[in-house]
Protein backbone atom coordinates (compact mmCIF):
# COMPACT_ATOMS: atom_id res chain seq x y z
CA UNK A 1 0.00 0.00 0.00
CA UNK A 2 1.47 3.36 -1.20
CA UNK A 3 0.61 6.23 1.47
CA UNK A 4 1.29 9.73 -0.07
CA UNK A 5 0.15 12.54 -2.14
CA UNK A 6 -2.32 11.94 -4.62
CA UNK A 7 -0.51 12.50 -7.91
CA UNK A 8 2.03 10.40 -6.71
CA UNK A 9 -0.18 7.62 -5.70
CA UNK A 10 -1.56 8.28 -9.30
CA UNK A 11 1.83 7.54 -11.24
CA UNK A 12 2.54 4.60 -8.99
CA UNK A 13 -0.03 2.97 -9.96
CA UNK A 14 -0.21 4.16 -13.50
CA UNK A 15 3.34 2.75 -13.57
CA UNK A 16 2.33 0.15 -12.63
CA UNK A 17 -0.29 -1.15 -15.07
CA UNK A 18 2.27 0.49 -17.77
CA UNK A 19 3.25 -2.55 -19.41
CA UNK A 20 0.30 -4.81 -19.39
CA UNK A 21 -1.65 -2.54 -20.81
CA UNK A 22 1.04 -1.38 -23.62
CA UNK A 23 0.83 -5.65 -24.39
CA UNK A 24 -2.48 -5.14 -24.65
CA UNK A 25 -2.77 -2.21 -26.89
CA UNK A 26 -0.19 -3.63 -29.24
CA UNK A 27 -2.04 -6.78 -29.61
CA UNK A 28 -5.24 -5.17 -30.84
CA UNK A 29 -3.12 -2.90 -32.76
CA UNK A 30 -1.22 -6.16 -34.21
CA UNK A 31 -4.59 -7.69 -34.83
CA UNK A 32 -6.10 -4.94 -36.78
CA UNK A 33 -3.14 -5.26 -38.96
CA UNK A 34 -3.45 -9.15 -39.29
CA UNK A 35 -7.13 -8.08 -40.18
CA UNK A 36 -5.70 -5.68 -43.49
CA UNK A 37 -3.43 -8.16 -44.46
CA UNK A 38 -6.14 -10.80 -44.43
CA UNK A 39 -7.87 -8.33 -46.99
CA UNK A 40 -5.12 -7.43 -48.81
CA UNK A 41 -4.28 -11.42 -49.67
CA UNK A 42 -7.97 -12.10 -50.06
CA UNK A 43 -8.05 -9.31 -52.64
CA UNK A 44 -5.06 -10.99 -54.57
CA UNK A 45 -7.14 -13.54 -54.24
CA UNK A 46 -4.89 -15.49 -51.64
CA UNK A 47 -7.67 -16.79 -49.39
CA UNK A 48 -6.60 -18.03 -46.26
CA UNK A 49 -9.11 -18.15 -42.93
CA UNK A 50 -6.16 -19.33 -40.60
CA UNK A 51 -5.35 -15.56 -40.95
CA UNK A 52 -8.64 -14.13 -39.96
CA UNK A 53 -9.11 -16.87 -37.15
CA UNK A 54 -5.36 -15.26 -35.70
CA UNK A 55 -6.98 -11.39 -35.92
CA UNK A 56 -9.60 -12.61 -34.35
CA UNK A 57 -8.57 -14.07 -31.67
CA UNK A 58 -5.65 -11.37 -30.84
CA UNK A 59 -8.43 -8.91 -31.13
CA UNK A 60 -10.75 -10.52 -28.34
CA UNK A 61 -7.72 -11.17 -26.35
CA UNK A 62 -6.63 -7.53 -26.62
CA UNK A 63 -10.32 -6.43 -25.44
CA UNK A 64 -9.90 -8.90 -22.89
CA UNK A 65 -6.71 -7.44 -21.38
CA UNK A 66 -7.77 -4.06 -21.83
CA UNK A 67 -11.53 -4.38 -20.02
CA UNK A 68 -9.78 -6.58 -17.27
CA UNK A 69 -7.42 -4.23 -16.02
CA UNK A 70 -8.06 -2.03 -12.91
CA UNK A 71 -7.40 1.06 -15.25
CA UNK A 72 -10.21 0.74 -17.09
CA UNK A 73 -12.58 -0.19 -14.54
CA UNK A 74 -11.58 2.84 -12.50
CA UNK A 75 -13.96 5.35 -12.48
CA UNK A 76 -15.91 4.44 -15.43
CA UNK A 77 -19.17 5.57 -15.57
CA UNK A 78 -19.99 2.46 -18.15
CA UNK A 79 -18.21 -0.16 -15.33
CA UNK A 80 -21.27 -2.76 -16.16
CA UNK A 81 -20.37 -2.91 -19.68
CA UNK A 82 -16.88 -3.19 -18.87
CA UNK A 83 -17.75 -6.00 -16.74
CA UNK A 84 -19.89 -7.91 -19.51
CA UNK A 85 -17.30 -7.29 -22.50
CA UNK A 86 -14.50 -8.85 -20.16
CA UNK A 87 -15.96 -11.82 -18.85
CA UNK A 88 -16.81 -12.83 -22.25
CA UNK A 89 -14.13 -12.00 -23.92
CA UNK A 90 -12.54 -14.26 -21.52
CA UNK A 91 -14.71 -17.35 -21.78
CA UNK A 92 -14.99 -16.93 -25.72
CA UNK A 93 -11.00 -16.01 -27.16
CA UNK A 94 -10.68 -19.74 -27.71
CA UNK A 95 -13.26 -20.11 -29.83
CA UNK A 96 -11.26 -18.56 -33.20
CA UNK A 97 -8.28 -20.55 -32.08
CA UNK A 98 -10.30 -24.33 -32.25
CA UNK A 99 -12.10 -23.07 -35.30
CA UNK A 100 -8.20 -22.72 -36.60
CA UNK A 101 -7.43 -26.15 -35.38
CA UNK A 102 -9.71 -27.77 -37.49
CA UNK A 103 -7.54 -27.61 -40.97
CA UNK A 104 -5.50 -30.02 -39.19
CA UNK A 105 -7.39 -32.00 -36.67
CA UNK A 106 -10.28 -33.99 -38.16
CA UNK A 107 -12.22 -34.96 -35.73
CA UNK A 108 -15.48 -34.46 -33.94
CA UNK A 109 -13.27 -32.75 -30.38
CA UNK A 110 -12.95 -29.76 -31.86
CA UNK A 111 -16.88 -29.28 -32.32
CA UNK A 112 -17.73 -30.58 -29.09
CA UNK A 113 -14.98 -28.11 -27.32
CA UNK A 114 -16.37 -25.32 -29.60
CA UNK A 115 -19.82 -26.46 -27.99
CA UNK A 116 -18.55 -26.22 -24.51
CA UNK A 117 -17.25 -23.01 -24.46
CA UNK A 118 -20.69 -21.46 -25.83
CA UNK A 119 -22.25 -23.48 -23.37
CA UNK A 120 -19.83 -22.18 -20.55
CA UNK A 121 -20.55 -18.29 -21.93
CA UNK A 122 -24.36 -18.99 -22.17
CA UNK A 123 -25.13 -20.66 -19.14
CA UNK A 124 -22.77 -18.38 -17.01
CA UNK A 125 -24.52 -15.04 -18.46
CA UNK A 126 -27.71 -17.06 -17.62
CA UNK A 127 -26.71 -17.32 -13.88
CA UNK A 128 -25.14 -13.96 -13.92
CA UNK A 129 -28.18 -12.03 -15.23
CA UNK A 130 -30.73 -14.09 -12.45
CA UNK A 131 -28.54 -13.32 -9.50
CA UNK A 132 -27.34 -16.45 -8.82
CA UNK A 133 -23.89 -16.20 -8.88
CA UNK A 134 -20.91 -13.31 -10.07
CA UNK A 135 -18.77 -14.34 -13.18
CA UNK A 136 -15.84 -13.86 -10.95
CA UNK A 137 -17.51 -16.24 -8.70
CA UNK A 138 -17.80 -18.96 -11.99
CA UNK A 139 -13.72 -17.91 -12.72
CA UNK A 140 -12.33 -21.29 -12.09
CA UNK A 141 -15.08 -23.27 -14.73
CA UNK A 142 -13.82 -20.89 -17.73
CA UNK A 143 -10.18 -21.71 -15.86
CA UNK A 144 -10.76 -25.80 -15.92
CA UNK A 145 -12.11 -25.50 -19.16
CA UNK A 146 -9.27 -23.59 -20.46
CA UNK A 147 -7.02 -26.12 -19.29
CA UNK A 148 -8.60 -29.04 -20.77
CA UNK A 149 -8.97 -27.52 -23.98
CA UNK A 150 -5.08 -26.60 -24.70
CA UNK A 151 -4.09 -30.51 -23.29
CA UNK A 152 -6.78 -31.99 -25.66
CA UNK A 153 -5.48 -29.84 -28.19
CA UNK A 154 -1.64 -30.04 -27.63
CA UNK A 155 -2.27 -34.20 -27.52
CA UNK A 156 -4.33 -34.20 -30.81
CA UNK A 157 -1.21 -31.87 -32.39
CA UNK A 158 1.16 -34.16 -31.12
CA UNK A 159 -0.96 -37.17 -32.99
CA UNK A 160 -1.59 -35.04 -36.40
CA UNK A 161 2.67 -34.18 -36.54
CA UNK A 162 3.43 -37.66 -35.94
CA UNK A 163 1.22 -38.61 -38.93
CA UNK A 164 1.98 -35.20 -41.53
CA UNK A 165 5.55 -34.33 -40.04
CA UNK A 166 4.50 -30.90 -41.30
CA UNK A 167 6.30 -27.13 -40.52
CA UNK A 168 2.98 -25.56 -39.35
CA UNK A 169 1.81 -28.35 -37.36
CA UNK A 170 5.39 -28.05 -35.46
CA UNK A 171 4.77 -24.33 -35.25
CA UNK A 172 1.30 -24.44 -33.75
CA UNK A 173 2.14 -27.53 -31.40
CA UNK A 174 5.14 -25.54 -29.96
CA UNK A 175 3.27 -22.61 -29.82
CA UNK A 176 0.39 -24.28 -27.75
CA UNK A 177 3.03 -25.93 -25.59
CA UNK A 178 4.76 -22.42 -24.65
CA UNK A 179 0.86 -21.00 -23.83
CA UNK A 180 0.09 -24.01 -21.56
CA UNK A 181 3.54 -23.12 -19.69
CA UNK A 182 2.33 -19.54 -19.05
CA UNK A 183 -1.57 -19.96 -18.89
CA UNK A 184 -0.98 -22.51 -15.62
CA UNK A 185 1.88 -20.69 -14.19
CA UNK A 186 -0.72 -17.53 -13.99
CA UNK A 187 -3.29 -19.32 -12.80
CA UNK A 188 -0.49 -20.78 -10.13
CA UNK A 189 0.06 -17.09 -9.32
CA UNK A 190 -3.71 -16.21 -9.27
CA UNK A 191 -5.58 -19.06 -7.23
CA UNK A 192 -2.69 -20.58 -4.97
CA UNK A 193 -0.45 -18.08 -4.43
CA UNK A 194 -2.71 -14.80 -4.98
CA UNK A 195 0.07 -12.35 -6.46
CA UNK A 196 -0.93 -9.72 -8.62
CA UNK A 197 0.60 -9.68 -11.92
CA UNK A 198 -0.34 -13.31 -13.09
CA UNK A 199 -2.41 -10.78 -15.74
CA UNK A 200 1.10 -9.62 -16.90
CA UNK A 201 2.46 -13.48 -17.01
CA UNK A 202 -0.42 -14.36 -18.86
CA UNK A 203 -0.14 -11.45 -21.51
CA UNK A 204 3.28 -12.25 -21.78
CA UNK A 205 2.16 -15.65 -22.83
CA UNK A 206 -0.57 -15.19 -25.47
CA UNK A 207 1.84 -12.82 -27.17
CA UNK A 208 4.85 -15.50 -27.70
CA UNK A 209 1.75 -17.34 -28.43
CA UNK A 210 0.57 -15.13 -31.08
CA UNK A 211 4.21 -14.13 -32.65
CA UNK A 212 4.88 -17.77 -33.10
CA UNK A 213 1.37 -18.38 -34.59
CA UNK A 214 1.51 -15.87 -37.46
CA UNK A 215 5.53 -16.46 -37.90
CA UNK A 216 4.08 -20.05 -38.83
CA UNK A 217 1.63 -19.02 -40.45
CA UNK A 218 3.36 -16.52 -42.60
CA UNK A 219 6.33 -18.84 -43.49
CA UNK A 220 3.20 -21.31 -45.03
CA UNK A 221 1.73 -18.45 -47.02
CA UNK A 222 4.94 -17.37 -48.54
CA UNK A 223 5.47 -20.91 -49.38
CA UNK A 224 2.12 -21.15 -51.07
CA UNK A 225 2.59 -18.00 -52.79
CA UNK A 226 5.85 -18.78 -53.80
CA UNK A 227 3.90 -22.45 -55.66
CA UNK A 228 1.03 -20.18 -57.18
CA UNK A 229 3.84 -17.81 -58.53
CA UNK A 230 5.19 -20.96 -60.27
CA UNK A 231 2.47 -22.42 -61.06
CA UNK A 232 0.77 -19.31 -62.96
CA UNK A 233 4.53 -18.66 -64.54
CA UNK A 234 4.69 -22.49 -65.94
CA UNK A 235 1.32 -22.31 -67.31
CA UNK A 236 2.45 -18.99 -69.30
CA UNK A 237 5.18 -20.80 -70.40
CA UNK A 238 3.11 -23.58 -71.25
CA UNK A 239 0.73 -21.72 -73.80
CA UNK A 240 3.70 -18.90 -75.19
CA UNK A 241 5.88 -19.54 -78.03
CA UNK A 242 9.33 -19.16 -76.49
CA UNK A 243 10.54 -17.67 -79.97
CA UNK A 244 8.45 -14.31 -80.44
CA UNK A 245 6.39 -14.61 -76.77
CA UNK A 246 2.98 -15.03 -78.78
CA UNK A 247 0.90 -17.67 -78.05
CA UNK A 248 1.48 -21.06 -79.04
CA UNK A 249 -0.73 -23.94 -80.81
CA UNK A 250 -2.00 -24.97 -77.43
CA UNK A 251 -3.45 -21.70 -76.37
CA UNK A 252 -4.54 -20.63 -79.81
CA UNK A 253 -6.74 -24.32 -79.76
CA UNK A 254 -8.22 -23.35 -76.44
CA UNK A 255 -9.15 -19.51 -77.66
CA UNK A 256 -10.82 -21.51 -80.35
CA UNK A 257 -12.71 -23.57 -77.87
CA UNK A 258 -13.87 -20.18 -76.03
CA UNK A 259 -15.13 -18.86 -79.21
CA UNK A 260 -17.17 -21.80 -79.84
CA UNK A 261 -18.29 -21.65 -76.41
CA UNK A 262 -19.38 -18.02 -76.76
CA UNK A 263 -22.02 -18.78 -79.50
CA UNK A 264 -24.10 -16.24 -80.78
CA UNK A 265 -22.44 -13.42 -78.65
CA UNK A 266 -20.22 -12.77 -81.26
CA UNK A 267 -21.48 -10.23 -83.83
CA UNK A 268 -18.45 -10.56 -86.32
CA UNK A 269 -15.04 -12.65 -86.01
CA UNK A 270 -12.52 -12.93 -88.66
CA UNK A 271 -9.50 -15.27 -88.72
CA UNK A 272 -6.52 -14.98 -90.59
CA UNK A 273 -4.10 -17.60 -91.35
CA UNK A 274 -0.47 -16.29 -92.23
CA UNK A 275 2.75 -18.06 -93.15
CA UNK A 276 6.04 -17.20 -94.28
CA UNK A 277 6.85 -17.67 -97.45
CA UNK A 278 10.47 -19.88 -98.41
CA UNK A 279 11.55 -19.79 -94.81
CA UNK A 280 13.05 -23.18 -95.16
CA UNK A 281 15.34 -21.72 -98.06
CA UNK A 282 16.33 -18.99 -95.94
CA UNK A 283 17.29 -21.10 -92.65
CA UNK A 284 19.15 -23.51 -95.68
CA UNK A 285 21.03 -20.83 -97.47
CA UNK A 286 21.49 -18.35 -94.70
CA UNK A 287 21.28 -20.37 -91.63
CA UNK A 288 18.62 -20.83 -88.67
CA UNK A 289 19.14 -17.40 -87.01
CA UNK A 290 18.42 -15.78 -90.02
CA UNK A 291 15.13 -17.61 -90.33
CA UNK A 292 14.32 -16.64 -86.39
CA UNK A 293 15.00 -13.21 -86.97
CA UNK A 294 12.20 -13.29 -89.85
CA UNK A 295 9.79 -15.54 -87.54
CA UNK A 296 10.47 -12.78 -84.72
CA UNK A 297 10.25 -10.13 -87.00
CA UNK A 298 6.90 -11.24 -88.54
CA UNK A 299 5.61 -11.43 -85.15
CA UNK A 300 6.42 -8.20 -84.29
CA UNK A 301 4.69 -6.88 -87.39
CA UNK A 302 1.57 -8.81 -86.27
CA UNK A 303 1.29 -7.86 -83.05
CA UNK A 304 1.75 -4.19 -84.33
CA UNK A 305 -0.88 -4.50 -86.93
CA UNK A 306 -3.66 -6.36 -84.75
CA UNK A 307 -2.81 -4.48 -81.31
CA UNK A 308 -6.79 -5.19 -80.28
CA UNK A 309 -6.45 -8.79 -81.15
CA UNK A 310 -4.78 -11.58 -80.49
CA UNK A 311 -1.55 -13.31 -82.53
CA UNK A 312 -0.30 -17.08 -82.29
CA UNK A 313 2.56 -18.89 -83.94
CA UNK A 314 0.82 -22.30 -84.31
CA UNK A 315 3.93 -23.92 -86.59
CA UNK A 316 7.16 -23.39 -87.85
CA UNK A 317 6.88 -20.39 -90.22
CA UNK A 318 2.32 -20.52 -89.87
CA UNK A 319 0.80 -17.59 -87.65
Avoid at 62 to 67: G, Q
Avoid at 104 to 118: A, D
Avoid at 138 to 157: K, S, Y
Wanted: contains cysteine; charged residues 15%; hydrophobic residues 50%.
Amino acid sequence: IIIDRGDIVMNSYYSSVFVPMSIAVFMFVLGLFTILAYGYLKFLNIKDERLLMIATFIIMCSIWCITDSSIAQYNNPYYHINYLVSFYMFMLFAIPMLHLLKRYINNNIIHILISLFYANAIIQGILNYLGYFEFIDMLFITHILLVVAIIVCIWQLHNCNKENNQLDIQVILLAFIVLTFFGLLAIVLYWILNIKYYDLIFEVGILIFIILLLGGLLISISQNLKYKTELIIYRKLAKEDKLTGIGNRRSFDEYIDSIYNMGDSLDNAILFFIDVDYLKSINDNYGHNAGDEIIVATARCMKETFKNHVCYRIGGDEF
